[in-house]
């Protein structure tokens, strides 16, 4: 068993930032935990995807929204918004925005450990 361990994001292990976006990463219990956040306008397809080279995100994630509205569009034609308090399990491939003036805060426990690179 692990022992003990707290980590704030309030000072990040890493971060990573990419246009009209960042992640802050903290490591703790041997993961890495990421809190994402997304401006009014952003995009994975417009603002990742060049980074990711790929047409779709392909990085599962299981995430806590925070604040903001965040769009979902899986491949398969599935969308969804995601709110406040909404806990998400996202599959690949998929792509997602930022819908209205608010940013977008999530952290996610899954598909951190390329992300934004």
Known sequence: MLGA????????DEV????KGRVDIINVGGAEVGRLTFEPGWRWSEHVKPKAGTDWCMAPHFQYHVSGIHHILLADGTEFDCHPGDVVALPTPHDGWVVGDEPVVLIDWWGIIGYGK
Do not use: G, N
């Not at 361990?5 to 990040?12: L, R």
């Not at 990573?16 to 246009?19: A, D, L, P, V």
């Open 5 to 12: 361990e707290q980590a704030s994001f309030d000072k990040p």
């Open 16 to 19: 990573r930032t990419f246009e």
